[in-house]
DNA sequence: GCGTTTTTTGACAAGGTTGTCAATATTGGA
DNA sequence: TCCAATATTGACAACCTTGTCAAAAAACGC
């Protein structure tokens, strides 16, 4: 079979003899610390390129007080927009040097605050990560933010927020993109627009409801009850929403999705009836996820930058451990983008 | 802001101290390890339970042989794959207490072998993961396992394989359901049957092709070469299918496609064209993926447990590690499920 | 030129755990 | 009952870094 495992790995202390200094200005060096010289600083990069060196995060972070691991913690490992935000957190902590870890907590609803502090604990006091980045829905949670809080852990939030706790934040503007969408119907001639909310306990939800409201009120348009179904960001919720609409008497000649999986939900519903997107009915996603572009008509949508989030949420964290002092209250709103594509027209009737 | 960061977590010294033994004994019980009497052991038990003690992996992996690290090597952390397996991964890895790390590595077929290397020693030294689960493609990639093997790293691989290398292995017979699904499609009376390959450099594309092909010649049935389209597991592969199929003069009555998303594609383009699933053409597909029942009628496919693969792959890591005598090559085949639904039906003419 | 401040450098301890090995307690055999 | 073998326990070193602090070197002020 192979070799034992520990091999020889170069550690600090050959580094240091092969450069002619101490194993502390290694580590300087190394660290990017200050008080060396640029003569010694210089020798000591090649000599830990030369034995290909490797620093021991273990020592590392069992020492020092940094352990250059991120902790993603997150409700469901198996959704796209998760999925997408981690792909970038990956690749941003590849850059940085650093490692990212997926923690999963599940039914956080039903837990109380000592079941919370317990499960961060033990998170954390595992591997103390230097960072934690929390998406939605827990990036809302005022429990977990206290708890956080009172751990002392770096946090940035990615999504929409109304948590007064200052912190790190990182979104799109959920509120602007919902007033483009309803221009977009309403300069298409719509007047009779609905809405297909998301879970409740999404912030996001909210968020884009109540553009959708301010919009509609801008226009000077009437919002029909009838016409804002509830949703939880699932296809068949669209879907059912859909069968609401068909059994109408008069219904809406437009609906805005909350979310691209409801929307093809939607679509597929009225797709059954025998109705025609977007002919018999405009319909609005968000998200641009993978089903945008796999239905048809393909879908017109609101792209949110993901992967950037994730990525942006990881440098920033990092950008703010390196900061001395503490950076404070600090909020990233990255640009979305509206998605012109074939499930909108003009309305057939009013 | 919040207290300091470090607080006053509890140490192993005081859970020896509340337990009246020495710090050694704590480490032993806490390992699982022999030579202590269930008196003590309890004892120490309760202690850690009342500190809420938790143990420092920074400390467990400097000093022990074990990280409690188990890296996930993929290669694009966005597809549904990769993440249903991932999700598994990380679930089994905290109830076994250990932490999930992903790594990305691009662009692998461009790299030569010190390439290859020295990401894996990177990575591998950074905080040496006790085990390393690699996915297709590269669970099949020789470079990589030679790399692996000469560092002495336990790996686990997900995925059909032809190595000759020995080595534990997780997967699900693609042969026999491939089989299935020509089965399924001649037991309606379908005699011309096309398929459609996924990438040429995952294995489970000719594992696939190869079930297929047998399954056909068990049947008497001949492979019209035109009937066997390339694809690369991707919805466009499958709507250009579709396209071709479309325009040839007798195309097949059912057609196997090597995934779920080739399979929606191709529906996609029949019914652009006017044409019915299954009326038409019987689709299959294979992965039970999301968009499996988000298109219409749903597809009738064949149901990898992904998550168990991830979840799998990990228990069986571990299991690896701690049998001291290492574990011989290990080959462990999880259940598939062919799913019957609605894009498949007798074929309406010969 | 000499004392003083500032910059650069290194010696040493410490961080929390596990491996080694010796010491002690227990068991078994005669 | 006593000695040998075995099971249990603990003392101590070691793992590889970084933080602290003091020493050495350089720069500065007069």
Redesign the interface.
Known sequence: ?????S?N?AKMKDVAELAGVSIKTVSRVLNNEPHVQDKLRRKVREAAEAL?Y??????R??RG?R???INLVCHN??SVYV??I??GA??AC?ELGY??????IENLDQMAMADIR?AF??IT????PDGVVLLAPYANDEKIAFVL?????PVVRVGPVDLQNQGMLVEIDDYKASIEVVRHLTDLGHKRIGFIRGSENQRSSHVRFSGFSVAMEAAGLEIDPDFVRPGAFD?QAGYDAGQFFLGHANPPTAVFSSND?MA??LV?AL??AGLKVPEDMSVVGFDDA??A????PFLTTVRQPL?DLGSTAVSELVKGLSDSK?AGPHRIVLDHEFVLRGTTAPPKRI
């Open positions: 079979m192979a070799k034992t495992r091999e790995s290909d490797v620093p021991s995060q273990s020592a972070s069992l007080s352990s250059y691991d490992a198996g999925n997408s981690q792909f990956v690749i590849q490692q990212l870890s997926i923690s999963l317990h604990e033990t006091r595992r591997r103390r809080d009172e751990m002392g852990i296809f999986d093809a939900g597929a797709s059954e993978d089903i572009t796999r239905m048809r992967s503490k």
